[in-house]
């Protein structure tokens, strides 16, 4: 993915944006993997709001090696994401062995955040985020946890379009948004069903 490329994030939610980061995922001839490297999941991090562009200069500056490790486990985590929350948006339930897998995450996630005091306050904080290549995959997968534990998990949908089917959260007035983005696949299917019908 080049680097002036944005991400297109309109799922409402950072886990749910993250999980779209296999484009067109169930159409094998144009699947395109915007992870591709270590410094597209620092933009999308970065782009998302999950860290600041002064912990992703940082954490550029870490080994290759440990970037390599994190990039995998990013897709795996992404993965896992993915099926969980298509689960939940098909009203299915969420297969064991994905949360398990999941929660292996979650536990590493967890023993980094801790309490500080700031300003006469107390706040949570991450624990030497950029000392770690995975540290950008902390936020992500306690956003993921805490979707999946609250009442927002009924609104989690999945795109009408075949070949789409990105997640995203309906926080629409009546709970009836089948688009992930009306302009590109809400318009597209439209165009295909009115050409069919007229051919």
């Not at 799922?11 to 410094?39: C, I, M, P, Q, S």
Request: charged share 30%; aromatic share 8%; with cysteine.
């Amino acid at each position: 993915m080049a680097d002036d490329v944005e991400f297109k994030l309109i799922a409402g939610h950072v886990a749910l944006d993250f999980a779209n980061t296999l484009d067109n995922r169930f159409d094998a001839v144009r699947t395109l993997e915007l992870l591709a490297g270590y410094k597209d999941l620092l933009r999308f991090c970065e782009q998302s709001g999950v860290i600041s562009a002064t912990e992703a200069s940082c954490l550029r500056g870490l080994s290759e090696r440990e970037q390599q490790a994190t990039l995998r486990a990013a897709r795996e985590l992404r993965e896992l994401i993915e099926q969980i929350f298509s689960a939940v948006a098909h009203g299915g339930n969420v297969a064991r062995e994905d949360l398990s897998s999941f929660n292996a995450f979650l536990e590493k996630a967890l023993q980094r955040r801790q309490l500080a005091a700031e300003r006469r306050t107390i706040q949570w904080e991450w624990k030497a985020l950029t000392m770690s290549a995975m540290g950008p995959l902390w936020p992500i997968t306690l956003a993921a946890a805490e979707l999946l534990a609250s009442s927002d998990r009924r609104f989690v949908r999945e795109c009408h379009a075949e070949t789409c089917r990105w997640l995203f959260l309906d926080m629409s007035k009546n709970h009836s948004r089948r688009w992930c983005d009306m302009k590109v696949c809400g318009n597209r299917t439209k165009a295909r069903r009115y050409y069919r019908a007229h051919v």
